[in-house]
C-alpha cells in the first residue's frame, strides 16, 4: 500500500471517530495495514499536518485522532497568504465585502439565542467605549467580530473573516489608530451603530454601515500613506527576526519557541537546513519535548519538515495552496458545515471575484485569459458534457489569474475543495441540458468579464448560483443540502 492510498485510509476512519480515541500504535498499525515503518510515517505526518492525528510517544503512547482547531487554520492561512505577497490592498477589498455579507447574514439570522448570547457579551463592552488605550479597543474590536461572526452562522464566512483579520495583523502596520482618539470614538460609534443594527434585526442597514465603516477606514489609510505603502506585502522582517531576544536563561515555552523559530524560517529559502536536533537544544537551551511541540506547531504549518536518519535536520518549507485549503476544508466539514453554508459563501465570493476580473485595468491578464479560453469555446456539446470538471477548473483559474487577489482565490478554492470532501446530489449527471445551460452562462460571464463589465458580471454570477440552488433543490430535500461531512462518514464507516 502506498503511503496516499493509506492516508485516504486512515482519513476517513479518524473522520468515523471522536477526537481522542487510540488508532493503536505504531506496531499495530504496521500489521494492520501491512506496510513498512516508512509508508506509515508518511501517511501520518500528512494527517498530522492536516491536524487529524496525533502521536504520542512513551509507554501509554500511540497514534489518536484529533480535529483541526479554527486559531490553527487561521494562522496558517495568514502565513500561506503572506508569504504569497498579499497585501493590506487586497485585504481591504475582501474585507468589505466579508464584513457587508457577515453583518447581513447576522442581522437574518433566526437564531434568537445566539441573539441574546451576542447582547450579552457586547453589553459590558458598552461602558468602555473609547475608555483605556489602543490596546484595549483592539481588544473589544476583536471581540465585536468574534460575536458577530458567530451570530451569522456561516462557518464558511466565520473562518474567513477571521483569516482576514489575522492577516491583517500579519503585515506592516499602518498607524491609523495611534494617538487618535477621535477615530477610535468615530470608529466605535458605527460599531455600536452596526451592533444594534444587527441585534434588531435589519440586514439592509448592517450591510451599509459595514460598508461606511470599510470606507472610512479606506480613507484614514489613504490619508497616512502612500499607494506603495498599500501595495506592500507582508514580506518578513529580518531586522524583527534578529531583534527576537533568544532568553536562555530561563525556560522558554514552546510557544516563544514556535515564534522565534517561524520568524528565522522566513527569512530562508525553502530547504535551508536549520540544524540537527542535538544544535537546537543547545541554541535554544530548551527541553526535547519543548522543541517538538514547537516543532510539531510549525509543520502543521507548514513551514518546517523534520528529516530523520545521517542525513537529517529541521528544514524550511513554505505552504502551498492546496495543502491550507485541505485542511482548511476538512476543518470547515468538521464543524457541521453544509451545502445550504458552501452556497451562500460561494456566491459572495464568487461575485466579487468576478466583479474584480472585470475591473482589473491589467490587459496583459485579460489577453492571457482570452487565450486561455479560447479552445473551450469550439468543443463541441458531448466533450463539453465529458470535460465538464476540468472546463470548469480551467474557467476558475482564468478569472482568480484576472482578479489578482491572493485571499480570494484561497477562500474560492477552499468553498469548491469543501464540495469535493461531501456527496453532492447529482445535479449533472444524465443532465447534458444542464450541462449545456451552465455553459452558455459561463460564457456570458467570460464576455462580460472580458469585455470589463464588473455589475454585468457579478449579477451573472449571481444568477448562476441562483440556478445551482434551485437545481439541487428539485434534486434533494431540505434535509440533504443541510448535510455534513460527519453524516458522510459515518454512512462510510457503516457500509
Known amino acids: 500500500m502506498v503511503s496516499g492510498v493509506l492516508v485516504k485510509a486512515l482519513r476517513q476512519e479518524i473522520l468515523a471517530c471522536e477526537e481522542g480515541l487510540s488508532l493503536g500504535s505504531e506496531p499495530q498499525l504496521l500489521q494492520r495495514f501491512n506496510v513498512g515503518r516508512s ?12 491536524q487529524l492525528l496525533r502521536v504520542r510517544r512513551g ?13 490553527t487554520v487561521a494562522r496558517a492561512a495568514a502565513l500561506y497568504l503572506r508569504l504569497r505577497g498579499a497585501n493590506l490592498g487586497h485585504q481591504r477589498t475582501v474585507g468589505r465585502v466579508l464584513s457587508a455579507e457577515v453583518h447581513r447574514m447576522a442581522a437574518e439570522s433566526t437564531d434568537q439565542a445566539a441573539r441574546e448570547e451576542m447582547r450579552r457579551v457586547l453589553e459590558p463592552l458598552k461602558a468602555a467605549r473609547g475608555a483605556s488605550g489602543l490596546r484595549e479597543f483592539v481588544a473589544r474590536a476583536e471581540t465585536y467580530r468574534k460575536a458577530v461572526a458567530r451570530l451569522a452562522g456561516n462557518p464558511f464566512l466565520e473562518l474567513f473573516f477571521g483569516i482576514t483579520y489575522l492577516f491583517g495583523k500579519e503585515v506592516p502596520q499602518i498607524p491609523v489608530f495611534t494617538d487618535r482618539p477621535d477615530r477610535i470614538a468615530q470608529w466605535e460609534d458605527i460599531q455600536w451603530r452596526l451592533n444594534e443594527a444587527v441585534l434588531n434585526a435589519e440586514p439592509e442597514v448592517g450591510s451599509a454601515l459595514a460598508v461606511y465603516r470599510a470606507d472610512l477606514m479606506a480613507t484614514w489609510l489613504d490619508g ?9 506585502g507582508a514580506a518578513p522582517s529580518a531586522a524583527r527576526s534578529r531583534a527576537t531576544p533568544l532568553a536562555k536563561s530561563s525556560p522558554m515555552l514552546s510557544g516563544t519557541l514556535a515564534k522565534i523559530l517561524r520568524e528565522e524560517i ?11 536536533e542535538a544544535q ?11 522543541l517538538r511541540q514547537a516543532a510539531r506547531v510549525l509543520e502543521v504549518e507548514q513551514l518546517l519538515r523534520v528529516r530523520r536518519g545521517a542525513n537529517g535536520g529541521y528544514f524550511t518549507r513554505r505552504p502551498n495552496e492546496s495543502a491550507v485549503a485541505q485542511v482548511a476544508a476538512l476543518y470547515l466539514s468538521l464543524r457541521n458545515t453544509t451545502a445550504r453554508h458552501q452556497l451562500a459563501a460561494g456566491r459572495m465570493l464568487n461575485m466579487e471575484l468576478h466583479r474584480l476580473a472585470a475591473a482589473s485595468n491589467d490587459q496583459a491578464a485579460r489577453d492571457e485569459v482570452r487565450a486561455m479560453l479560447e479552445p473551450l469555446r469550439e468543443a463541441s456539446p458531448e466533450v463539453r458534457t465529458r470535460d465538464f470538471i476540468a472546463r470548469t477548473e480551467i474557467y476558475k483559474k482564468a478569472m482568480t489569474r484576472l482578479a489578482d487577489n491572493p485571499l480570494l482565490e484561497l477562500f474560492v478554492g477552499i468553498t469548491q475543495l469543501f464540495g469535493g470532501l461531501v456527496t453532492h446530489a447529482p445535479v449533472f449527471g444524465d443532465h447534458p441540458d444542464r450541462v449545456e445551460r451552465w455553459e452558455n452562462i459561463q460564457w456570458r460571464l467570460n464576455e462580460a468579464v472580458l469585455n470589463g463589465e464588473p455589475q454585468v458580471a457579478a449579477a451573472l ?35
Open 59 to 71: 509507554a501509554n503512547g500511540g497514534y489518536f485522532t484529533c480535529r483541526p482547531d479554527e486559531g
Open 280 to 290: 537546537l537544544l543547545r541554541r535554544f537551551n530548551v527541553g526535547r519535548s519543548t
Open 461 to 495: 454570477t449571481a444568477h448562476r448560483y441562483n440556478l445551482m440552488t434551485a437545481w439541487l433543490e428539485s434534486e434533494t430535500s431540505d434535509d440533504r443540502l443541510d448535510f455534513s461531512l460527519m453524516a458522510t462518514a459515518g454512512r462510510a464507516s457503516a457500509a
Open 224 to 232: 497616512e500613506t502612500d499607494d506603495a505603502a498599500l501595495d506592500l
Open 39 to 50: 509508508t506509515l510515517r508518511q501517511a501520518v505526518r500528512v494527517l498530522e499536518v492536516e
Open 266 to 276: 522566513l527569512e530562508h529559502q525553502p530547504g535551508w537546513n536549520l540544524g540537527s
